[in-house]
Structure formats: C-alpha cells, structure tokens
C-alpha cells in the first residue's frame, strides 16, 4: 500500500511509490513511434532478400570447390578436396598466398604508420597549405590507379624494383595513404587536446603524451583503416600483374586469372582458389568487426 501523507498546512502529499519517486518518462519522438509502428516483416523480408542475394554467390562457389569433378548436384555430397589439393600444389597457390601475405601485412603496417603521423600532424597543427592539402588528399581519390601505372613502372625500373614484391607494396601504400590519413586525422580530432597538455604539464615529451594517452584511445580507428589498407592490398590486382613478371613472385589475385584458359576453364579449381582467397579477409572481418563499427562511428563526427 502506498503511504499518503499529510502536509503542517493540512495538503495532502501524492502518494510516494515504494522504493523513491520515478522519473517522469521520456516522450518518445515521431521517428520512433512510426519505427514501432512498421511491421516486422516490413523489416526482416528485404534484409532476408538481401541476405540470400549476398550468400548465393558464396554458396556457388562453395558448390563446385567441393563436389566432385564432372557432378551436377546442387548439394556438395559426397564433398571432395581434390579441387584445393590441385591449387595448394599443382598450381603454386601456397607460394602465391605467401605473397599475398607478405603485401598485405607489409602495407598494413607502411599504410598505418605514415597515416598515424600524417594524421596527427593535420590534427593537432595549423599551417598555411593545410587546406590545400586537404584538398589534395580528396581530389586524390578520384584518379584511377590504371592512369599511373607507366610512371610508377618507369619509377620502378629506374630503382630496378621490377619483379619485386616491395614495388607492390609501395604503390598499394600509395594509393592508400590519402584516404587513410584523412579518417585518422578525425579520429585523433577527437581525442580532446586537453588529455596531452596535461601529459605535457606531467613531464612527458610530445611524443611520450601521445604514445601513453591518445595511441591507446585510436585502437578503433587504427584497425579500421588497417583492415582495408590489407583487404585492398589482398585483393588488388592491377599493380601485382604489371609489375611481378616471375610465377614465384605472383599474388593470388594474379594466380586465379592464370587458372583461365583461352579455351577452357577449370570451375573447381577456380572456386577452390577462390575459397583459399576470401577466408583470410572473412576471418579478419570476423575478429575486427566490433572495433570497424567502434572506429567508424568514432570518426564519422568531430568531437
């Protein structure tokens, strides 16, 4: 039972609710009273449709990469390897992922570290060109890599860099760098200024502040921009074709197109290659997703 009590000028006091008075609800906006008001299937059918749009093609290639050679069963039963096997050791692919490998992480790790210092420097500095750098970084994004590819050769062969896997991964570092030093530049935009000065006011340098405070705070951006400075990387195909010449300095992508014939093509063996090509990037997404979306929304406003 709720108490009622009684004022020293005889009012009444509301009944108090056990356990404190309650805060008044809040008042829901329009935006969210018509989402409550959708039906579900409104939701879930195009993301459903959405779904099964994206996963056909994933399910195909998984489809011949494990049926037998020869079958047409949409089941892959009984499931086979003979298609990996044939890849993996007939066709170089572990030489070939090896390579990927290396470009990737290679341009991981040039792509976030020159971004980081970039970045910073657009964040936490004013000078004279820093709009008209800006604005070179954007205007960047709109020139195709296929237009640079004769000077980059030329530069390449001048440095006898041809046929190297370091060529591949300076141009990938390249054409990474604008894009990735923009949205590091927002994310350390919104780390508050004031964490550092009193770094500086404790005795650290510039640089110990900003290992010890803000590095620790731009995790989520920092894996953002890594994962696509490595998926791009890894999936990238122009760059390696015209500048690695030698089977054994081939990446991936490359290795597929040579499962191409003029008159035939293996479909087993392709999947299969494709299968070995997209579960490292699958994986990656699996285990940085949490920190993608952390880092992106981080990014997406200056605070």
Not at 109 to 124: C, E, F, H, K, M
Not at 129 to 156: D, H, N, T
């Amino acid at each position: 039972m709720t108490a009622v009590l009684t004022e020293k000028n005889g009012a009444v006091r509301p009944p108090v609710r056990p356990g404190g008075p309650q805060p008044p609800a809040r008042r829901r906006t329009g935006r969210e009273r018509a989402f409550d008001d959708v039906p579900r299937w409104q939701i879930y059918l195009p993301l459903g449709i959405y779904l099964l749009f994206t996963l056909i093609p994933f399910y195909w290639m998984l489809l011949f990469a494990l049926r037998p050679a020869g079958s047409t069963a949409l089941v892959p039963w009984p499931m086979t390897g003979e298609h990996f096997a044939k890849v993996w050791n007939e066709r170089s692919f572990a030489v070939f992922f090896q390579n990927s490998m290396i470009v990737g992480v290679a341009t991981l790790i040039a792509t976030t570290l020159v971004a980081l210092a970039g970045g910073y420097a657009l964040a936490r500095f004013d000078f004279r060109i820093k709009g008209a750098f800006m604005l070179a970084l954007l205007c960047s994004q709109f020139i195709p890599g296929a237009l640079m590819l004769v000077p980059l050769f030329e530069i390449f062969r001048n440095l006898q860099m041809i046929n190297s896997l370091w060529s591949v991964v300076i141009a990938e570092t390249v054409f990474q760098l604008p894009l990735s030093i923009i949205l590091i530049s927002g994310f350390i935009k919104n780390v508050p200024v004031s964490l550092e000065e009193a770094a500086w006011v404790d005795g650290c340098s510039r640089f110990t502040a900003f290992r010890t405070v803000v590095l620790p705070l731009l995790r989520p951006g920092l894996i953002a921009v890594g994962s696509f400075a490595f998926v791009h990387s890894w999936n990238h195909f122009l760059f390696a074709l015209m500048f690695l010449s030698e089977q054994d300095k081939q990446t991936i992508p490359v290795g597929l197109n040579t499962l191409i014939g003029a008159d035939s093509v293996d479909l087993g063996a392709l999947a299969a290659g494709g299968v070995i090509a997209a579960v490292p990037v699958v994986i990656v997404f699996a285990f940085i997703q949490k920190w993608l979306v952390t880092g992106f929304s981080a990014g997406a406003v200056k605070g």
